[in-house]
């Protein structure tokens, strides 16, 4: 049971990240953002390294104590693109005005430094403008939470399983939602001038993660779970080698693009690597 509330514990913290991406888009400059390219770039790292070293072996390791080893390998290997056809699915029918995963254009954040009165907020001269940034933002909010429930099963069972591993991937997946508070916030703030309902909702955003979490346990543990709740090895086996195809995919589709576009000379590169070599010398060392 305690590792099922650390588990949770973790899954929650990542999910609250898209707050402080919310606080940061309200009470920073623009030009202050320079260390979310690194930041985002070293969760790639940690989480492509964590998902070919760690994740996915392991994902076979469970699979071979059921399957004879060369089953268990095309087992694995499929779950592994399964996972990735499966965030590619949502991310095709959750489409949104921008990438959710990036942060918004400079026009957006540069009106965060203007004065605002938020009686202004809902004018007729500027109604039109301020209910499509308001739709835009809610939407943004809404793609991000279906986005994250995948993103909480990730944290969570990967928390279940080993605490450290988990909270590696945690803090990992909490960096990743940073920029998803951002893009969230923004957008609200302009429309309403109310920095309270920005940061609300990108909050709720977040929460996503520890429901979707709890959800996808109750479920699994209905179906498969024993008398104490362990799941077979052939269970725990396919959603870890789905758990690193998704984090693959996230890794390559939202971390990098994000950070190479916000950052400067080789923030990116030097990000994932010491995303990679953290991992690597915290698993020798925790191993």
């Known amino acids: 049971m305690s590792n099922v509330v650390l588990a949770f514990g973790l899954t929650l913290f990542a999910g609250l990240a898209t707050g402080v991406g919310g606080l940061i888009s309200l009470f ?3 030009s202050n953002f320079r260390f979310l390219s690194w930041g985002t770039g070293f969760s790639a790292g940690v989480m492509l390294y964590i998902s070919f070293m760690e994740i996915l072996p392991e994902g076979t390791e469970a699979l071979a104590e059921v399957y004879a080893p060369q089953t268990a390998n095309w087992v694995a290997v499929a779950a592994f693109f399964g996972g990735i056809a499966l965030i590619g699915l949502i991310d095709l029918l ?9 942060f918004p254009s400079a026009e957006r954040v540069s009106a965060l430094q203007k004065p605002r009165n938020p009686k202004t907020a809902g004018s007729t001269t500027s109604s039109g403008q301020e209910t ?6 809610l939407f943004t909010a809404l793609a991000i939470a279906i986005h994250n429930f995948p993103e909480g099963l990730v944290t969570f069972l ?6 450290a591993l988990g909270l590696a991937i945690a803090v ?8 998803e508070g951002v893009s969230v916030a923004v957008p609200i703030f302009y429309a309403t001038g109310s920095r309270a309902k920005a940061l609300g909702y990108s909050i709720l955003s977040g929460l996503a993660e ?3 979490a709890g959800i996808a346990y ?5 179906a498969f779970g024993g008398q104490e709740g362990a799941f077979p090895p052939q269970v725990m086996g396919v959603l870890f080698a789905g758990v ?19 950052g400067k000379g080789h923030d990116s590169i030097l990000g994932l690597i010491a995303g990679m070599a953290v991992m690597a010398l915290s698993l020798i060392l925790l191993g």
């Open 210 to 212: 520890p429901v979707g």
């Open 218 to 222: 109750l479920g699994l543990r209905f």
């Open 172 to 179: 990992a997946i909490a960096l990743h939602n940073i920029p």
């Open 28 to 30: 920073a400059n623009r």
């Open 244 to 262: 690193g195809g998704v984090m693959v995919y996230i890794s390559l589709d939202e971390l990098l693009p994000t950070s190479r576009a916000y």
């Open 158 to 163: 990967a928390a279940l399983h080993d605490p």
């Open 94 to 102: 959750v489409p949104a005005g921008e990438n959710v995963h990036e």
């Open 132 to 137: 499509k940034l308001m739709r835009m933002g």
